[in-house]
């Protein structure tokens, strides 16, 4: 499996977002966490500033989105210009449906699930997605320590992805850094969300490599 890094602008300087955009554009996405202060405690960005990010960088945005009535909202992220778009499995009503609909606009569909949600009755959901996002913080907020208790249930995802033969990509967003990037890729995820790690760092685009690099690494033993 080839490992991807998400750097997440939630943690960059919001009056320079494209600055900040163009600052990892050896990335392979952009993570855009999108927070409505229902679903989550924290408010953030919408589809406006989706629009102008994607005129602003050719580096392809992930949008997240922790809000309430994601089956309303989530086609509408595609529009705008994400070219994956991740819906909570607690906020959507008709996940199979979103997923569809996502797909059917031309982007990649992800499911997230909180830390205390199990994956394990979504199973025969999975081939309706490209990716899974296991939250490895509660979301809401940049910053927060990564939760060692979540690394099983990457490892039970991982398995049920290999059991179905899918070609899912599995992420991790929630304190991932070079102190716990390899924990996860070891777990198997391969898709990793880095906040902290990567914009408050002196060089973004060098933290993005040596990310990338560390995960790899486990990935070829």
């Known amino acids: 499996m080839s490992v991807q890094i998400s750097p997440s602008i939630l943690s960059a300087d919001f009056a320079r977002l494209a600055e900040e955009a163009r600052a990892v554009e050896g990335a392979d996405w952009l993570h855009v966490d999108v927070m409505d202060n229902h679903f989550v405690p924290n408010l953030t960005l919408g589809l406006p500033v989706v629009e102008s990010l994607r005129k602003a960088t050719d580096t392809p945005l992930d949008c997240h989105l922790m809000i309430e009535n994601a089956d309303r909202w989530a086609p509408a992220y595609v529009e705008a210009g994400a070219s994956s778009v991740t819906f909570h499995a607690e906020a959507a009503a008709a996940p199979v449906r979103v997923a569809r609909e996502i797909r059917a606009k031309g982007a990649r569909a992800s499911m997230a699930l909180r830390p205390a949600t199990a994956i394990e009755p979504y199973e025969d959901l999975l081939p309706e997605l490209d990716m899974l996002l296991i939250m490895t ?76 690099e560390q995960a790899a690494a486990v990935h070829r033993h």
């Not at 899918?166 to 992420?171: G, V």
């Not at 070891?186 to 990338?212: C, H, I, K, M, W």
Request: charged residues 25%; negative net charge; hydrophobic residues 45%.
């Open 137 to 212: 913080i509660e979301p809401g907020f940049g910053g927060q320590a990564f939760l060692d208790i979540m690394l099983p249930k990457i490892r039970r995802t991982r398995a049920l992805i290999d059991k179905h033969g899918l070609d899912l990509w599995l992420q991790v967003d929630g304190g991932v850094s070079s102190e716990t990037i390899e924990r996860c890729a070891e777990a198997g995820a391969d898709n990793f969300v880095a906040g902290t790690a990567v914009y408050g760092a002196e060089d973004p685009a060098a933290a993005v490599r040596a990310l990338r």
